[in-house]
């Protein structure tokens, strides 16, 4: 059965560390998201088509957002969130450190950390079986 992640009761997801040059890990957050029915809306600093040039560009209904950038670049970008509409910020593996937690914390933004491919009931085989042995070890 799966689990329960309440970062996915969002609907309307902003993506950092999504490229229109390159395939990126939130590429394929982005791509299983939509399939999923969620509304998504990439930023990249490019603002070619398709993309949001920044995050004050977002529109109000993205109430959360994915992150998968370098702790550095998710400094700028958490700064610029907390006087938006974002309440919830799932931070993947290695976006993140303890002082942008602590901003988030500060500024009343609900986090989550770690792989959000294994939450997404449409993932491969592997995120599904990745998560199975999370949960697995969480709950001793």
């Given at each position: 059965?799966?689990?329960?992640?309440?970062?996915?009761?969002?609907?309307?997801i902003?993506?950092?560390?999504?490229?229109?040059?390159?395939?990126?890990?939130?590429?394929s957050?982005?791509?299983?998201?939509?399939?999923?029915?969620?509304?998504?809306?990439?930023?990249?600093?490019?603002?070619?088509?398709?993309?949001?040039?920044?995050?004050?560009?977002?529109?109000?209904?993205?109430?959360?957002?994915?992150?998968?950038?370098?702790?550095?670049?998710?400094?700028?970008?958490?700064?610029?969130?907390?006087?938006?509409?974002?309440?919830?910020?799932?931070?993947?593996?290695?976006?993140?450190?303890?002082?942008?937690?602590?901003?988030?914390d500060?500024?009343?933004?609900?986090?989550?950390?770690?792989c959000?491919?294994?939450?997404?009931?449409?993932?491969?085989?592997?995120?599904?079986?990745?998560?199975?042995?999370?949960e697995?070890?969480?709950?001793?």
């Amino acid at each position: 059965m799966p689990s329960k992640c309440e970062f996915l009761d969002n609907r309307d997801i902003a993506i950092f560390g999504i490229s229109p040059k390159r395939r990126t890990f939130a590429s394929s957050v982005n791509d299983l998201l939509i399939k999923a029915g969620y509304k998504t809306f990439p930023v990249h600093p490019s603002g070619t088509a398709g993309y949001f040039k920044s995050p004050d560009r977002l529109p109000a209904e993205a109430q959360a957002a994915y992150i998968a950038t370098q702790p550095g670049n998710t400094r700028s970008i958490v700064n610029a969130l907390v006087e938006g509409p974002i309440k919830s910020i799932w931070f993947q593996n290695g976006s993140f450190d303890r002082e942008v937690l602590s901003q988030c914390d500060r500024a009343g933004i609900r986090t989550f950390t770690g792989c959000l491919m294994m939450h997404l009931p449409n993932a491969g085989f592997i995120h599904r079986w990745h998560r199975a042995i999370h949960e697995f070890f969480s709950s001793r």
